[in-house]
């Protein structure tokens, strides 16, 4: 028997959809989405049809109460294309468990963790191994990425040598593609490759495998690190992908390489994200939490006219995604100045705050760059659209109501989230993985 669930009394939000309606699920794939009333007197389905999925229904979840008030919201569960699990290596900071709760806590589905691990990720088996231990708990669909050179100590290209092309025997379908094997993407990420000729032999390995590098530019200052992987990614002809964006000269020189890159024959790809704390925070925050300590982040949080630039370019399309870069630290690692902020549990609701209340953007681009986008640069075609064929990854949510940012609170191990005391709005009440409920949130008091 077909394992049904029945999402009913939504707004359903997603890239293209903005809509009053209803969600039919079977094992763990989106069968049938309709506009309309709890009755189903708009679904299109016959009788017949509407009476099979009600009688082998083992969940139906309830977004309103009654047809005239819709209370809660339902979008496709978020694809981080980066974050630091710190397993193996640094139990300390965060583990393959604590992350993934962190993860679901935070509507997430999908995340790519990178790979400055102890060891690091740099082997085929070693991705595989921990792609296999995540999927053992049922919570996300974890891709390790793995590191360009072997330790990532920048010295000779890693087992990326061995990997065969993801879509060999593997036909993309669209959507119903099936999951790909790890890695889908590589990086190098916290560390720049400071040979050219070495940074190009990687990224022909990318192309050969198809699959994009995600690149920290950060060497020499972020502009001059952008525009170096620019010229060697043209020179491949490879995807490259810019991690962290976070000043506006790196923005004007995506904008203008994007255009090129849109009639390149030689097959190179130009994409980029930004975390939300250089969306929405300042240097000035990081002096009022202490420069080398709790605002402490790389790269840096910048002047205001950086972060407008950021805006800008998330609103003409220059920025393809919203990205974590969950860096989980323990309070006395932070205490001695390492970089970087938990990120998981706060996401989407940091940007619903501040990019959809406060600046404008639509939620359903919000939605986009937060999960139908990064699961594209992914290959993913499957998920982050709310529609018939794709996976039923959902997270609900009430766009209205407010909760406060409190690290005692969050999942993960790293209590260093830079915006402690918030007020923000949209709680994740619940996350839903393959037609599984993985997250609800706790009664609030
Ligand atoms: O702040 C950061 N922390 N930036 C990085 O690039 C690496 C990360 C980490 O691993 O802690
Ligand atoms: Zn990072």
Not at 167 to 179: E, I, L, M, V
Request: glycine share 10%.
């Amino acid at each position: 028997m077909k394992r049904t669930i029945i999402l009913k009394n939504f707004r359903i939000v997603d890239e293209n959809v903005n809509m009053l309606g209803s969600v039919i699920v079977e094992d763990g794939i989106i069968r049938e989405v309709f506009p309309g009333s709890a009755d189903f007197s708009d679904s299109g389905l016959s009788n017949k049809e509407l009476d099979g999925f009600l009688d082998s229904a083992r969940i139906i979840i309830d977004g309103g109460e009654g047809a005239d008030k819709w209370g809660l919201s339902l979008l496709p569960a978020l694809t981080d294309i980066h974050a630091h699990f710190r397993d193996p290596g640094f139990p300390e900071k965060e583990n393959l468990e604590s992350a993934a709760l962190a993860a679901v806590a935070g509507g997430y589905g999908t995340v790519v963790c990178m790979a400055n691990t102890d060891p690091v990720i740099d082997a085929p088996e070693a991705a595989a191994a921990l792609k296999l231990r995540s999927d053992a708990l049922g919570l996300i669909d974890l891709y390790p990425a793995m590191a360009l050179t072997t330790g990532m100590a920048g010295k000779e290209l890693s087992g990326i040598t061995r990997l065969q092309p993801a879509d060999s025997g593997q036909k993309a379908a669209w959507p119903g593609q099936r999951p790909r094997r790890p890695p889908l993407i590589l990086s190098e990420d916290g560390k720049d490759i400071s040979d050219d000729a070495l940074l190009l032999r990687a990224f022909q390995e990318a192309k050969r495998l198809g699959l994009p590098v995600s690149c920290h530019c950060d060497e020499g200052g972020e502009t001059k690190a952008t525009a170096r992987v620019i010229e060697l990614g043209k020179k491949a002809g490879c995807h490259v992908h810019i991690a962290h964006v976070s000043t506006k000269e790196a923005v004007a020189l995506i904008r203008g390489a994007k255009a090129e890159a849109g009639n390149a024959e030689s097959g190179f790809t130009l994409t980029c994200e930004a975390s939300p704390h250089h969306l929405v925070l300042t240097d000035e925050t990081a002096r009022m939490l202490g420069e080398e300590t709790w605002g402490k982040v790389n790269p840096p949080l910048r002047p205001e006219a950086d972060r407008q630039a950021l805006l800008g370019a998330l609103l003409d399309g220059t920025i393809d995604a919203i990205a974590t870069d969950h860096a989980p630290h323990s309070n006395s690692d932070k205490k001695k100045g390492a970089p970087g902020f938990s990120g998981l549990e706060t996401a989407f609701s940091i940007c619903l705050t501040e990019l959809v209340s406060e600046e404008g953007l639509s939620l359903s681009r919000l939605s986009s760059l937060l999960s139908a986008s990064p699961s594209r640069i992914l290959g993913l075609g499957d998920r982050g659209r709310i529609a018939p064929g794709y996976r039923a990854d959902f997270f609900i949510t009430d766009t209205d109501s407010f909760w406060q940012v409190d690290p005692a609170n969050m999942k993960t191990r790293g209590k260093n989230s830079p915006f402690t005391g918030r007020d923000v709005r949209g709680r994740i009440l619940m996350t839903i993985h393959r037609g599984r409920i993985v997250y609800e949130a706790p009664a609030l008091k």
